[in-house]
């Protein structure tokens, strides 16, 4: 089993700055990817950015420039620092964890979800 525990949402004003984490734990054998999603009332949820195991990175072009991802591999973390946010930054905030687990002798790629963290960005 892998859990993630994300941490670092909260209330912040337009143009401000807001760190979050993701802390994975468990059976991991490896880490494949980590990413952080966001989901607004009433629609789709969207890939905010990625980050491979070999450190490249993808961001949505809505945040390309304000926010960055990046992961601390000793501790299966991976953060995501935003600046300058803006009030259509307003999301719940998924972390996404690609890891190869260790089970029952046999090794198998999983996908896991944190549970999500409210970031609320004022105007």
């Known amino acids: 089993q892998v859990q993630l525990e994300e941490s670092g949402g909260g209330f912040v004003q337009a143009g401000g700055s807001l760190t979050l984490s993701c802390a994975a734990s468990g059976s991991i054998y490896s880490v494949n990817s980590m990413a952080w999603y966001r989901q607004a009332p009433g629609r789709p949820r969207e890939l905010v950015a990625s980050i491979r195991s070999g450190g490249i990175t993808n961001y949505a072009d809505s945040v390309k420039g304000r926010f960055t991802i990046s992961k601390d591999d000793a501790e299966n973390t991976v953060y995501l620092q935003m600046d300058a946010v803006k009030p259509e930054d307003t999301s719940v905030y998924y972390c996404?964890?690609?890891?190869?687990?260790?089970?029952?002798?046999?090794?198998?790629?999983?996908?896991?979800w944190g549970e999500g963290a409210l970031v609320t960005v004022s105007s």
């Open positions: 996404n964890v690609e890891a190869i687990v260790a089970g029952d002798g046999l090794y198998y790629v999983q996908d896991y």
